[in-house]
């Protein structure tokens, strides 16, 4: 007697069924997503449903960092209170020497006729949590695309540069670190003015910078900014310093290892750049018209050339073909030539040769 389980019990397709269903669907949602971002409206939906859950499991967490702060001491807020003086003072001396080179430069500028910088506007943002992929360095801030945040955008500290804006939603913004592995600056040797390109490490503690030749002049210590070259990041920003040069005699590039400037991991409290490059775009490289003249006219001259010798040939053969035979020319009367010997004069001594 077959035994068949009650209607209750009944578990519909086998699990190797559905596995293979879902595998295939979460590929085919992952390639569309990847080239045609056929999913972006669907995040920011889902992201703007979950902000508020998301605020809420933050909740303990900023009353148990508030109650923290309501505990310090008078003593420690004495000592940050001159801290702050110093550093007060320091700043207020750095800027004052800040505006008479900035008057000097744009006085400068106005006699090379150069073109002035721009000043580039920023929001405040604050760090909300960091994300739970334990392979990339990415953190999440309060603010999105309602607030003016745009994908792409810099982001910085008081310190130097922090990352990059990779991901835009409604309330909330991704921000990939400079330690991320994906993540590449054009950057440029403060002291020297070389310029290379700068990326993340897997390990996500520093930076590698690669492309660097071994015969470059890179020390240990150098600083590096910001170039400006991708329209991304406005120039002469701090980006990291050189911790470690390996010069290998079998590679044609040098190993350097840098320290970002910025603390990447320990800033709340950013900036995002909304910088806005005026350089105008490089044009469509097209086929000059003089050259497409030049190289029409040395073709038609070539063929002009070979038709007028095709006619030249035609009219020749029929020429030569009705010309009579030419006679032979009458040979040419000889000159009168002197007479081979003159007659001998007789000599006294032969017999019968008298006068």
Request: glycine share 8%; aromatic share 4%.
């Amino acid at each position: 007697m077959e035994y068949s389980p009650p209607p209750l019990f009944k578990q519909g397709p086998p699990a190797l069924a559905r596995l293979i269903f879902f595998v295939a669907l979460a590929i085919a949602l992952l390639v569309s997503d990847a080239r045609f971002s056929t999913l972006e409206i669907v995040r920011g939906v889902l992201g703007t449903v979950l902000y508020p859950l998301q605020r809420a499991a933050l909740v303990p967490r900023d009353l148990f960092m508030g109650a923290a702060d309501i505990a310090v001491t008078g003593a420690s807020l004495r000592h940050e209170n001159d801290d702050l003086r110093k550093r007060n003072l320091q700043l207020s001396t750095q800027a004052n020497q800040a505006a008479v080179l900035a008057q000097e430069n744009m006085h400068l500028r106005a006699v090379l006729e150069l073109r002035q910088h721009i000043a580039t506007q920023s929001t405040p943002v604050e760090i909300q949590y960091d994300t739970s992929d334990p392979f990339t360095q990415k953190i999440v801030v309060g603010q999105g695309s309602q607030q003016g945040i745009q994908n792409g955008a810099p982001v910085v500290s008081e310190d130097g540069v922090v990352g990059q804006v990779t991901r835009v939603f409604p309330l909330q913004s991704e921000v990939t670190l400079v330690t991320d592995r994906d993540l590449a600056i054009p950057v440029q040797v403060l002291r020297t003015g070389l310029r290379s390109v700068i990326y993340g490490t897997p390990k996500g503690d520093s930076l590698d910078l690669r492309f660097v030749p071994t015969s470059a002049d890179l020390v240990v210590g150098d600083e590096l900014v910001t170039s400006g070259l991708d329209g991304v990041y406005p120039p002469g920003l701090p980006v990291a310093k050189v911790a470690r040069v390996d010069k290998l005699a079998d590679t044609a590039f040098a190993r350097v290892t840098c320290a970002p400037v910025a603390a990447v991991r320990g800033a709340r409290q950013m900036l995002v750049l909304h910088y806005q490059n005026d350089i105008p775009p490089r044009p469509v490289e097209l086929e000059p018209v003089a050259d497409k003249n030049a190289k029409g006219g040395k073709k038609g001259a070539k063929a002009a050339k070979g038709e007028k010798a095709d006619k030249a040939d035609a009219n020749a053969k029929p020429a030569a073909a009705a010309q009579p035979a030419a006679k032979p020319a009458p040979a040419a009367p000889a000159a009168p030539g002197k007479p081979a010997a003159a007659p001998a004069k007789p000599s006294t001594g032969q017999p019968g040769a008298q006068r």
